[in-house]
């Protein structure tokens, strides 16, 4: 088995002496190229065989083909075909399986493809029920194994601490990512000699019997408080201690934030395990017996308690799901003692090449068995030419408690899960030597020595600045994590286009709480070449917390005031990502109105560990429309420019120099308990979308129209909005649904109606409509349904052929509802009300020389809502989301499109 290991930066060096060492070896890269190196190799050797009937010689299904005392193995399929990873210096597999005697395999090198193993046939008696050796056709019917697991089933309940009154435990919890399959060869190399050290912090993985590289560590230290009534489950972390490359990151934290989202406990007493972001049925969930196939395989003891042990794998192995065993106790309780648990080979999973979960339930007073253990170890591997990484997540639970807990502890824990404000001040070896419940291996607690060395390795703090702006889409303005006080970015600005100023150069940043933990500025310059105009914006913002980086860290208690100068157009403001993004400039069709806006505005924001935010307002601005779009009021005459046959307006001077200036308030409350971020250099981003989003605000302003204050007046909106992740049982994915409404309660000119949120780049952009034209509908009135179903491979995984794909549907349907009522609809006038304007479009001048006035907006019918519908194929090489759009009303709307493809790139497990 060849295998390499090497340094990004040197990659150019060592690659030909790599070569000449291992002629097979086909190419080196990164692998998260935060991490500097990466293991590269051929692909993992593999046994492969099948198991036969030593009588029949007819597949025996889903026997057990394990390493013995290793903890590493995997089922047999419905034929009998196994494979299982090889592993130097394993020389023997064990296979077994309910009715036959156990067999164990001696290995010979050079033949471990294409092996027959005969199992013996036994029947044996369990539980009063004679297990034949008779192997057909799998059957819930008359099956024990059904049978028992539906007695656990029944009785998970009793073992379900929620039904105490309250219930308190300590966690420790210790997580380690690690390069994984390491050799030390090339750290013999002359070229490599400078990350020979290396070799002390590369150890053995007992588990898996590879070689590691450990890059960080996290240990966390919390107590759960849980009451019935009212129901009430909070945590609360009383230390933390992080060590590894994400220390070398000024947004290191966003590593750690992930893995614990990705890799967290499984609680098999809930219907679905949250894990590696998806959803695994639990195999005692009550849908369980539908979902897997459940085989009797053992009796055995587990410490002194008789165990009785059950097989599981899911009907389709495709479906996310787990396989393994569960070890039930062989008394009435039908209480679980251990569970282990993996995933098929033919799982449709990215990323995760092997997984294995121990966890062991102990009595607690009272009788219950719960989960005291749990271990996990996740290898993973992005593809054939990039390394391979291990993810080891250890927890363990004691100290129960089942007394009154005081109400002044719930009061004390702010929202699901607070962290002490001394958490991050507990690094001393002594304290963690008191709590620690899982021992560091040697080289984790070599950890700080390790980041010294590399950080000393001549070259390495340039290798970082290339890493940190492919990362962060910023250039810091020090090697110093502690002394970098600002950063240039975001990179993607730099250069953009739009059809008003054709190319644009930008130049952005934003200070550090290196510079000061208070007191924070951002902004830009930019330029556009065909106007020669200079644009800008300038935010001064004061944290009333202190932060450690960035001012948008939770919970925010924020009071900035910002200027702004630059155009826009009218979906920028939609978009959830900064409008001047080279990626989003690649439209769909020409965007060619724009506003010039100059504003200035006060904001405050306030967060609270409930899920409660206020926003606070107070803005005035200054609108002039350039580019084809302009403002004219009603009853006014157009200037008109012969073009061709016909006159045509030229957007003549007259109908750009007038401004729209408004001064407006808005106050926003949005409600969202128990989500989580992770915040980046340029946003906030959510860790996950399983926390539901309710939203209100109302804006109250007055504006004065071009052309002095004729026509003045007030205005106010009000919106409100829902969004729910809802998981369908069965594996069938989830379905993602987000509503908003809103109501424009005066007459305005249109630039303060209601714009649908229309999309006009072909990257996917999420709450936006992807075929409605920029001003194509304007409202006073609306409601929006966008419905998403990912159904997780659900169909694509029972179709001969495209199963093999691993691809992922989703279907969805964008659906608009919206009015205008005749008080804001120019036609109802006569187009004669001075306190309007003209809607989008243009003059034309007939022959006769009587000029009409074409309107590219459509009042939408009450009756007739827009509907687009979505059909996506996701996981494209395990990268790349398709979408395709249909429109399916008001298809014959000027310059509207009826359908279209979207893309974006999503890696997901």
Same mark, same amino acid.
């Given at each position: 088995?060849?295998?390499?290991?090497?340094?990004?930066?040197?990659?150019?060096?060592?690659?030909?002496?790599?070569?000449?060492?291992?002629?097979?070896?086909?190419?080196?890269?990164?692998?998260?190229?935060?991490?500097?190196?990466?293991?590269?190799?051929?692909?993992?050797?593999?046994?492969?065989?099948?198991?036969?009937?030593?009588?029949?010689?007819?597949?025996?299904?889903?026997?057990?083909?394990?390493?013995?005392?290793?903890?590493?193995?995997?089922?047999?399929?419905?034929?009998?075909?196994?494979?299982?990873?090889?592993?130097?210096?394993?020389?023997?597999?064990?296979?077994?399986?309910?009715?036959?005697?156990?067999?164990?395999?001696?290995?010979?090198?050079?033949?471990?493809?294409?092996?027959?193993?005969?199992?013996?046939?036994?029947?044996?008696?369990?539980?009063?029920?004679?297990?034949?050796?008779?192997?057909?056709?799998?059957?819930?019917?008359?099956?024990?194994?059904?049978?028992?697991?539906?007695?656990?089933?029944?009785?998970?309940?009793?073992?379900?601490?929620?039904?105490?009154?309250?219930?308190?435990?300590?966690?420790?919890?210790?997580?380690?990512?690690?390069?994984?399959?390491?050799?030390?060869?090339?750290?013999?190399?002359?070229?490599?000699?400078?990350?020979?050290?290396?070799?002390?912090?590369?150890?053995?993985?007992?588990?898996?019997?590879?070689?590691?590289?450990?890059?960080?560590?996290?240990?966390?230290?919390?107590?759960?408080?849980?009451?019935?009534?009212?129901?009430?489950?909070?945590?609360?972390?009383?230390?933390?201690?992080?060590?590894?490359?994400?220390?070398?990151?000024?947004?290191?934290?966003?590593?750690?934030?992930?893995?614990?989202?990705?890799?967290?406990?499984?609680?098999?007493?809930?219907?679905?395990?949250?894990?590696?972001?998806?959803?695994?049925?639990?195999?005692?969930?009550?849908?369980?017996?539908?979902?897997?196939?459940?085989?009797?395989?053992?009796?055995?003891?587990?410490?002194?308690?008789?165990?009785?042990?059950?097989?599981?794998?899911?009907?389709?192995?495709?479906?996310?799901?787990?396989?393994?065993?569960?070890?039930?106790?062989?008394?009435?309780?039908?209480?679980?003692?251990?569970?282990?648990?993996?995933?098929?080979?033919?799982?449709?999973?990215?990323?995760?090449?092997?997984?294995?979960?121990?966890?062991?339930?102990?009595?607690?007073?009272?009788?219950?068995?719960?989960?005291?253990?749990?271990?996990?170890?996740?290898?993973?591997?992005?593809?054939?030419?990039?390394?391979?990484?291990?993810?080891?997540?250890?927890?363990?639970?004691?100290?129960?408690?089942?007394?009154?807990?005081?109400?002044?502890?719930?009061?004390?824990?702010?929202?699901?899960?607070?962290?002490?404000?001394?958490?991050?001040?507990?690094?001393?070896?002594?304290?963690?030597?008191?709590?620690?419940?899982?021992?560091?291996?040697?080289?984790?607690?070599?950890?700080?020595?390790?980041?010294?060395?590399?950080?000393?390795?001549?070259?390495?703090?340039?290798?970082?600045?290339?890493?940190?702006?492919?990362?962060?889409?910023?250039?810091?303005?020090?090697?110093?994590?502690?002394?970098?006080?600002?950063?240039?970015?975001?990179?993607?600005?730099?250069?953009?286009?739009?059809?008003?100023?054709?190319?644009?150069?930008?130049?952005?940043?934003?200070?550090?709480?290196?510079?000061?933990?208070?007191?924070?500025?951002?902004?830009?310059?930019?330029?556009?070449?065909?106007?020669?105009?200079?644009?800008?914006?300038?935010?001064?913002?004061?944290?009333?917390?202190?932060?450690?980086?960035?001012?948008?860290?939770?919970?925010?208690?924020?009071?900035?005031?910002?200027?702004?100068?630059?155009?826009?157009?009218?979906?920028?403001?939609?978009?959830?990502?900064?409008?001047?993004?080279?990626?989003?400039?690649?439209?769909?069709?020409?965007?060619?109105?724009?506003?010039?806006?100059?504003?200035?505005?006060?904001?405050?924001?306030?967060?609270?560990?409930?899920?409660?935010?206020?926003?606070?307002?107070?803005?005035?601005?200054?609108?002039?429309?350039?580019?084809?779009?302009?403002?004219?009021?009603?009853?006014?005459?157009?200037?008109?420019?012969?073009?061709?046959?016909?006159?045509?307006?030229?957007?003549?001077?007259?109908?750009?120099?007038?401004?729209?200036?408004?001064?407006?308030?808005?106050?926003?409350?949005?409600?969202?308990?128990?989500?989580?971020?992770?915040?980046?250099?340029?946003?906030?981003?959510?860790?996950?979308?399983?926390?539901?989003?309710?939203?209100?605000?109302?804006?109250?302003?007055?504006?004065?129209?071009?052309?002095?204050?004729?026509?003045?007046?007030?205005?106010?909106?009000?919106?409100?909005?829902?969004?729910? @992740? &809802?998981?369908?049982?069965? !594996?069938?994915?989830?379905?993602?649904? %987000?509503?908003?409404?809103?109501?424009?309660? /005066?007459? #305005?000119?249109?630039?303060?109606?209601?714009?649908?949120?229309?999309?006009?780049?072909?990257?996917?952009?999420?709450?936006?409509?992807?075929?409605?034209?920029?001003?194509?509908?304007?409202?006073?009135?609306?409601?929006?349904?966008?419905?998403?179903?990912?159904?997780?491979?659900?169909?694509?995984?029972?179709?001969?052929?495209?199963?093999?794909?691993?691809?992922?549907?989703?279907?969805?349907?964008?659906?608009?509802?919206?009015?205008?009522?005749?008080?804001?609809?120019?036609?109802?006038?006569?187009?004669?009300?001075? @306190? &309007?304007?003209?809607?989008? !479009?243009?003059?034309?001048?007939?022959? %006769?020389?009587?000029?009409?006035?074409?309107? /590219?907006? #459509?009042?939408?019918?009450?009756?007739?809502?827009?509907?687009?519908?979505?059909?996506?194929?996701?996981?494209?090489?395990?990268?790349?989301?398709?979408?395709?759009?249909?429109?399916?009303?008001?298809?014959?709307?000027?310059?509207?499109?009826?359908?279209?493809?979207?893309?974006?790139?999503?890696?997901?497990?």
């Amino acid at each position: 088995m060849m295998r390499n290991f090497d340094n990004l930066f040197w990659c150019k060096h060592i690659l030909p002496k790599a070569k000449e060492i291992y002629p097979n070896l086909s190419q080196f890269l990164s692998v998260f190229i935060f991490l500097f190196f990466c293991v590269v190799g051929d692909l993992f050797a593999q046994i492969t065989g099948v198991v036969l009937d030593a009588k029949t010689r007819k597949p025996v299904d889903y026997a057990n083909v394990y390493y013995d005392g290793k903890g590493v193995g995997n089922l047999a399929d419905e034929k009998g075909r196994f494979v299982v990873s090889q592993h130097d210096g394993w020389n023997d597999l064990t296979v077994s399986s309910m009715g036959y005697v156990t067999q164990k395999v001696h290995l010979q090198p050079g033949r471990t493809k294409g092996l027959m193993v005969l199992l013996v046939p036994q029947p044996r008696e369990l539980a009063m029920v004679t297990v034949e050796s008779k192997r057909t056709k799998y059957s819930r019917k008359n099956n024990p194994a059904v049978e028992l697991m539906r007695k656990v089933i029944e009785h998970k309940k009793s073992n379900d601490l929620h039904s105490r009154d309250f219930v308190t435990f300590s966690k420790y919890e210790k997580m380690t990512f690690s390069i994984n399959e390491v050799t030390e060869k090339v750290f013999d190399m002359d070229s490599a000699k400078q990350w020979s050290f290396l070799k002390e912090h590369v150890e053995y993985c007992e588990k898996t019997g590879k070689l590691i590289l450990p890059l960080t560590v996290d240990e966390t230290l919390s107590e759960t408080y849980y009451r019935r009534d009212p129901k009430t489950e909070k945590t609360l972390v009383k230390a933390k201690n992080s060590r590894g490359v994400n220390e070398l990151i000024n947004t290191g934290e966003i590593l750690n934030t992930v893995l614990k989202d990705c890799f967290t406990d499984v609680n098999i007493y809930d219907e679905e395990c949250k894990l590696i972001r998806l959803r695994f049925k639990s195999p005692i969930a009550n849908s369980a017996i539908g979902f897997y196939r459940f085989y009797l395989q053992d009796t055995l003891c587990i410490e002194g308690d008789s165990v009785i042990d059950v097989g599981f794998i899911p009907n389709n192995q495709q479906d996310v799901g787990f396989s393994g065993h569960v070890y039930v106790m062989k008394d009435s309780s039908y209480q679980v003692r251990r569970v282990e648990l993996s995933i098929p080979k033919r799982s449709d999973v990215n990323w995760v090449e092997s997984m294995s979960i121990s966890q062991d339930y102990e009595e607690v007073e009272g009788g219950e068995r719960v989960a005291v253990s749990n271990d996990m170890l996740i290898e993973l591997r992005v593809n054939s030419w990039l390394g391979k990484m291990q993810v080891q997540y250890s927890t363990r639970k004691f100290d129960y408690a089942f007394s009154e807990i005081p109400n002044s502890v719930f009061k004390y824990v702010k929202g699901t899960t607070f962290i002490e404000p001394d958490a991050g001040m507990h690094t001393d070896a002594a304290y963690w030597q008191q709590y620690r419940k899982v021992e560091l291996t040697e080289t984790e607690e070599k950890m700080e020595s390790f980041l010294d060395r590399i950080t000393k390795i001549r070259g390495f703090k340039y290798l970082m600045v290339g890493v940190k702006a492919l990362l962060e889409n910023f250039v810091e303005t020090s090697d110093s994590l502690q002394n970098n006080k600002f950063d240039f970015g975001p990179i993607n600005t730099i250069i953009s286009h739009n059809d008003y100023d054709k190319f644009r150069f930008r130049i952005s940043g934003l200070t550090t709480a290196n510079l000061n933990p208070h007191l924070f500025w951002n902004g830009y310059l930019a330029y556009g070449t065909k106007t020669h105009n200079i644009y800008g914006r300038t935010e001064l913002t004061y944290s009333f917390n202190k932060k450690s980086y960035l001012m948008r860290e939770f919970p925010k208690n924020n009071l900035s005031i910002a200027y702004w100068n630059d155009i826009i157009s009218p979906f920028d403001k939609f978009i959830p990502t900064d409008k001047d993004n080279m990626f989003t400039n690649l439209r769909t069709s020409k965007v060619d109105q724009f506003t010039h806006t100059k504003e200035v505005r006060l904001t405050y924001d306030r967060e609270w560990y409930s899920g409660v935010k206020l926003a606070a307002s107070f803005a005035y601005s200054s609108n002039r429309a350039v580019d084809a779009l302009f403002y004219q009021r009603l009853g006014t005459d157009p200037v008109v420019t012969a073009t061709g046959d016909m006159q045509q307006l030229a957007y003549a001077p007259s109908l750009h120099e007038g401004s729209l200036r408004t001064r407006e308030m808005k106050v926003s409350i949005e409600f969202e308990p128990g989500a989580s971020y992770i915040n980046t250099k340029q946003r906030r981003i959510k860790v996950n979308k399983d926390a539901p989003v309710l939203t209100f605000s109302h804006t109250l302003g007055y504006a004065n129209l071009p052309s002095g204050a004729i026509g003045t007046g007030y205005y106010n909106v009000t919106e409100a909005s829902l969004f729910k @992740r &809802l998981y369908v049982p069965g !594996g069938w994915g989830f379905i993602d649904t %987000d509503l908003k409404a809103g109501i424009q309660w /005066n007459k #305005v000119p249109f630039p303060l109606l209601i714009h649908p949120a229309a999309n006009q780049s072909y990257i996917i952009m999420d709450n936006t409509f992807m075929l409605i034209s920029p001003l194509e509908f304007l409202n006073d009135r609306y409601a929006q349904a966008m419905i998403k179903w990912n159904l997780s491979g659900k169909i694509f995984n029972r179709i001969p052929l495209i199963k093999h794909l691993q691809w992922r549907e989703t279907l969805g349907v964008n659906v608009l509802w919206g009015t205008l009522s005749s008080k804001n609809n120019p036609a109802t006038s006569g187009y004669t009300d001075p @306190r &309007l304007f003209y809607f989008p !479009g243009h003059f034309v001048q007939a022959a %006769d020389g009587t000029i009409r006035y074409e309107n /590219n907006t #459509v009042v939408m019918d009450a009756n007739t809502p827009y509907i687009e519908l979505r059909f996506g194929i996701g996981n494209i090489f395990k990268l790349f989301y398709v979408e395709y759009v249909r429109r399916m009303t008001y298809l014959h709307n000027p310059d509207s499109h009826r359908q279209g493809f979207r893309v974006s790139m999503k890696m997901m497990f």
